[in-house]
């Protein structure tokens, strides 16, 4: 095959949900909710964590703030395009958009599951080492955390995308999803892609896999270190919305990209799962089961009154 042929492709169809227009306008309006509440929830977590003092200050709370932040980047990156394609008939992206968009979707994913990582590095020192807490987890080693955090996305999903990139395309070009991912797309390639799914699948899948042991493995040490019942409840009610999150995010993805990448029906649902409801549903989780995060929020809706 020579070169020229490799370069056939330059667009692609999304398969999107329906062809059907009255689903199709259903959905519209649907997704636009979760998109909508997911800036709205987001956006007011970052709000109330920066202007109270107390939530500013704390290392809990910053982290929160940052994985609003990661959310709404997280969302945006495929909710925009799936609801101009809810309104479009033919759901075309350019062969550039689609690499740009698999990139920043591994980019942002894998900092949001770095991040959730160090937050449960935070609730372990917090809970089991609290009288150390501030000490160890200062601001300064925050800032490393996150920024470490965003680094560790950005090699990951520029090994991803250069992956994706070395591959030629020539036809068929249908992407059996609603947004460009590594494994719907590299199966469009005009070549043998067997060692690249085995480096893509150790890649993000042993990514996902690992982070979740480690988060599980974290959270289950500190309720096996601590002895009373009393203290284990607290640590319980602490943690279970840690668990909550961790589990709707890494759930899914270890679904999508640890296993070989062949197509399964649910493959949609999925996707929906960490990429459109698991962002709007972060702050619920947090705000729901936090008296300060709650508390901070009715002060800060007293002054947006009182102004």
């Known amino acids: 095959m020579d070169k020229n042929q490799t370069e056939v492709v330059r667009e692609f169809f999304l398969s999107g949900f329906s062809q059907t227009s009255s689903i199709e306008a259903g959905l519209f309006v649907l997704f636009l909710f979760f998109y909508v509440s997911t800036w709205v929830g987001n956006v007011l977590i970052m709000v109330t964590v920066a202007s109270d003092k107390y939530l500013n200050s704390s290392p809990m709370y910053f982290l929160l703030g940052n994985l609003s932040f990661l959310d709404l980047c997280y969302s945006t990156v495929t909710t925009p395009k799936l609801l101009a394609d809810f309104l479009n008939h033919e759901k075309l992206i350019?062969?550039?958009?689609?690499?740009?968009?698999?990139?920043?979707?591994?980019?942002?994913?894998?900092?949001?599951?770095?991040?959730?990582?160090?937050?449960?590095?935070?609730?372990?020192?917090a809970i089991c080492h609290p009288l150390h807490y501030t000490t160890v987890m200062s601001r300064g080693l925050c800032c490393v955390l996150v920024a470490a955090s965003w680094i560790g996305g950005f090699v990951h999903s520029t090994v991803q995308t250069i992956l994706t990139i070395?591959?030629?395309?020539?036809?068929?070009?249908?992407?059996?999803?609603?947004?460009?991912?590594?494994?719907?797309?590299?199966?469009?390639?005009?070549?043998?892609?067997?060692v690249t799914e085995l480096l893509m699948v150790s890649n993000s899948g042993l990514?996902?896999?690992?982070?979740?042991?480690?988060?599980?493995?974290?959270?289950?040490?500190?309720?096996?270190?601590?002895?009373?019942?009393?203290?284990?409840?607290?640590?319980?009610?602490?943690?279970?919305?840690?668990?909550?999150?961790?589990?709707?995010?890494?759930?899914?993805?270890?679904?999508?990209?640890?296993?070989?990448?062949?197509?399964?029906?649910?493959?949609?649902?999925?996707?929906?799962?960490?990429?459109?409801?698991?962002p709007m549903l972060n702050p619920l989780i947090y705000t729901l089961r936090n008296k300060e995060v709650k508390s901070a929020m009715q002060k800060l809706w007293v002054k947006i009154i009182t102004f």
């Not at 068929?172 to 991912?181: G, H, I």
């Not at 319980?236 to 070989?260: K, Q």
Request: hydrophobic content about 50%; overall charge positive; glycine content about 4%.
């Open 207 to 278: 990514i996902s896999t690992i982070s979740f042991v480690v988060l599980i493995s974290s959270y289950t040490t500190i309720l096996v270190k601590i002895r009373s019942k009393e203290g284990r409840r607290k640590a319980l009610s602490t943690c279970a919305s840690h668990l909550m999150v961790v589990t709707l995010f890494f759930g899914p993805c270890i679904f999508i990209y640890a296993r070989p990448f062949s197509t399964f029906s649910v493959d949609k649902m999925v996707s929906v799962l960490y990429n459109v409801i698991t």
């Open 94 to 125: 350019s062969y550039d958009q689609c690499i740009v968009q698999l990139f920043f979707l591994h980019f942002i994913g894998a900092a949001e599951m770095f991040l959730l990582t160090v937050m449960a590095y935070d609730r372990y020192v």
């Open 166 to 194: 070395r591959l030629p395309f020539c036809g068929p070009n249908q992407v059996n999803n609603f947004f460009c991912d590594v494994p719907p797309v590299i199966k469009l390639a005009c070549a043998d892609t067997f």
